[in-house]
């Protein structure tokens, strides 16, 4: 439940990022956002996503631990060790988002003003700048890429382990058991690596409206979800 009410939290303040701001923009004719606002938003919404995403394999480990060491969950899994991964998640997501929001700020915007987004993304952003995105997308890609697998591999091999250990279950009722204490996080965990996958790991040249409608479903439809799974 540590993990649980800390996803939650995490969830209100990603949501908050994005969401009024948004229905803002539905109700309003001036749909505008000054530029330092647009680097917060960015900035925030990089820093609650991430702190998703290591939450999600903190999880992860939490149930790995819980099925295959059941024993010595409450030695394994005390209080000081929950407090130490999620202050590592939030402490290393602030700390990975800074240097992207860096690197848009050094860019020159000198053509359209118009974010094709509900939010202000990376990638619509990143579309508007006039200098070159080189580095941005070699950063994305290489460190990016290896800040956002690092939990999804722990979740994967957490798994993996998981289901070893429930295979080796006499029972059919016990596995049922144990398979439905992962499922709901296995949706979350899908539905969120899912959409993110899609949207950012592509070149920036092939970003397109579909990207906008994924967008949504790891914004706005696994926050909504995530209480109700």
Not at 21 to 38: D, G, H, Q, V, W
Not at 41 to 53: G, R, T
Not at 221 to 226: A, G, I, K, R
Request: net charge neutral; glycine share 2%; with cysteine.
């Amino acid at each position: 439940y540590f993990f649980l009410s800390t996803l939650s939290f995490d969830d209100i303040c990603y949501s908050t990022v994005l969401v009024p701001k948004m229905l803002a923009n539905f109700l309003s004719e001036t749909k505008t956002i000054s530029y330092a606002e647009c680097l917060a938003q960015m900035y925030f919404f990089l820093a609650f996503a991430n702190v998703d995403s290591y939450l999600l394999a903190a999880m992860a480990i939490d149930r790995y631990v819980a099925i295959c060491n059941p024993f010595h969950y409450v030695t394994v899994m005390n209080p000081r060790r929950c407090m130490l991964l999620v202050a590592f998640s939030i402490a290393f997501s602030c700390l990975h988002a800074l240097p992207y929001v860096l690197l848009v700020n050094q860019l020159t915007f000198c053509a359209s003003n118009v974010i094709h987004h509900f939010f202000c993304d990376v990638n619509p952003v990143l579309k508007l700048a006039c200098s070159s995105t080189s580095v941005y997308e070699v950063v994305a890609m290489t460190e990016g890429l290896a800040s956002v697998m690092a939990p999804f591999a722990c979740i994967i091999i957490s798994y993996l382990r998981i289901f070893i250990a429930v295979l080796k279950i006499p029972s059919a009722a016990g596995k049922c058991k144990a398979f439905s204490t992962c499922s709901s996080h296995l949706t979350v965990v899908t539905l969120f690596y899912g959409s993110i996958s899609y949207v950012y790991f592509r070149p920036l040249s092939t970003y397109t409206v579909n990207d906008r409608i994924a967008t949504i479903i790891y914004t706005i439809l696994t926050s909504m979800l995530n209480p109700v799974i």
